[in-house]
């Protein structure tokens, strides 16, 4: 009876939806966030626990043993319901004015394929720096565990390589835009890179599934820009390869550092049942709700609420931690001490979901973020219905990593966000100092047209 219940709310939600007229088209964010909230949170928790009527929750991470109270999964239940429809809500508040203008004019093409081609070199260097700055050989990083260049990596260095390594993003994103085959190239040269370190040496998929996600984002704001149609299918056909790819590619790095043979990779990426198997038992699909609902268990029973530190933290990102000592440790930082202080010491970090975030800092008036985030979502489909400008740019290219590591549970694609940002601005006006000459992104003569609308009666 339970796992209905999950199965339904979710369904119940979309007909809500599409009875107010929100159609898929005009509002494809709303829609791909609301399904993988949906997805992690409703279907995967009735697929994994279902059967067993939520009667034991285990969380890996944790060194307190499973939850066994179906009482506290109907609260959290009850909670991130609406978590969802406040979403929903927050969305629809906000009618901006936003400009549609057609994609020809807006931004010279010479400059799309120079930003292309500059954002594709500097990731290939972010790349070679991970390695150079790994303080490892590229022997040493291929026989290692995926956590041993911790205690050896420079830091800085490294950090910066690694936003060095998100403008592949951009090129990504803008690469439907050009035509020049040089740009194209160094784009492609870029991921290949990218795939090769992050993936199959450091077992990472964030960056590489941000740069497929902003590929994917660029053909749809592309189609809409040209044909003014956004083709459904293809974008579901997309999604859906994405999520394939990181489930597999969890499977695949647990044992990367056993493989001989290119027949060993193949092998383990086409094992679609392993794969999916560790994905639900104790992977990435099942980490979302479990983690939710540990957070709901230990908050406040064993520990204090944060009363809202971590939003503070985020107001105070462009100041050191080691400079400013009341400055508030990340909410996945702080799970990691109520969960597993072992692993805490050591220096993990567990990040508690979004569902958890808002529960752990603010109790259930955490629920109040959830009109905030619908809100940031409308603005943000407002800027990619826009021109091509920076804003749409750096929603379209580094948005998607944003919103994957705020589902579970930490800001920190904020800053990756904020990177690009300052990167496309700096660009830009180098462009403008190097031709000698002012340079809009809106092209002269283009008049944008704005109309205040409802959120879901924007038109393409």
Not at 154 to 169: E, G, R, T
Not at 217 to 228: A, K, Q
Request: aromatic share 14%; hydrophobic share 50%; glycine share 8%.
């Amino acid at each position: 009876m339970l796992s209905a219940i999950f199965l339904a709310i979710p369904v119940i939600t979309a007909g809500l939806m599409l009875s107010m007229g929100i159609d898929m088209r005009r509002n494809y964010l709303l829609w791909g966030v609301l399904g993988l909230i949906s997805l992690l949170f409703f279907w995967v928790p009735a697929l994994v626990h279902g059967e067993s009527g939520f009667e034991s929750i285990s969380f890996q991470p944790s060194t307190l043993g499973p939850v066994e109270d179906v009482e506290l999964v109907l609260t959290v239940l009850t909670y991130q319901t609406a978590f969802l429809l406040l979403v929903l809500v927050g969305y629809c508040l906000r009618a901006p004015r936003t400009s549609i203008v057609p994609y020809a004019g807006s931004v010279r093409t010479g400059d799309l394929e120079l930003i292309v081609i500059v954002c594709g070199v500097i990731s290939l260097l972010g790349s070679a720096g991970n390695v150079v700055f790994s303080g490892m050989t590229l022997d040493q990083l291929r026989s290692s565990s995926r956590f041993d260049y911790w205690e050896t990596k420079w830091a800085l260095p490294f950090l910066l390589s690694s936003y060095m390594q998100s403008l592949v993003a951009v090129s990504m994103y803008l690469f439907h835009y050009v035509r020049r085959r040089i740009a194209r190239l160094v784009a492609v040269a870029a991921v290949g890179a990218l795939f090769y370190v992050d993936m199959t040496i450091f077992g990472s998929r964030s960056t590489f599934m941000g740069a497929a996600a902003a590929y994917a984002m660029g053909l749809i704001n592309y189609n809409r820009t040209t044909s003014g149609n956004v083709r459904l299918g293809r974008v579901f056909l997309l999604g859906s390869l994405l999520l394939h790819v990181a489930v597999v590619w969890q499977h695949v790095r647990y044992q990367m550092r056993s493989f001989r043979s290119v027949g060993d990779w193949i092998e383990a990426a086409v094992d679609v049942k392993g794969a999916y198997t560790l994905s639900l038992v104790g992977g990435d699909l099942s980490y979302f709700f479990n983690a939710a609902v540990v957070s709901f268990s230990v908050v406040p029973s064993h520990f204090d609420f944060l009363y809202g530190a971590t939003y503070l933290r985020v107001l105070l990102f462009f100041v050191p931690s080691s400079l400013v000592w009341i400055k508030p440790e990340e909410t996945q930082r702080v799970f990691a001490r109520m969960i597993n202080s072992g692993s805490y010491e050591a220096g993990a970090t567990f990040p508690p979901s979004m569902i958890g975030d808002s529960f752990i800092n603010l109790g259930y008036a955490g629920v109040i973020v959830a009109l905030a985030f619908g809100m940031l979502l409308r603005s943000w489909q407002a800027s990619l219905d826009g021109n091509l400008g920076i804003n749409k740019i750096t929603v379209g290219s580094a948005g998607f990593v944003f919103l994957f590591l705020y589902l579970r549970g930490t800001f920190n694609g904020m800053y990756t966000m904020l990177f690009v940002w300052i990167v496309l601005h700096v660009m830009i006006a180098a462009i403008r100092i190097l031709t000698g000459a002012p340079r809009r992104l809106q092209a002269p003569g283009v008049r944008a047209e704005g109309t205040a609308q409802s959120a879901w009666q924007l038109r393409p």
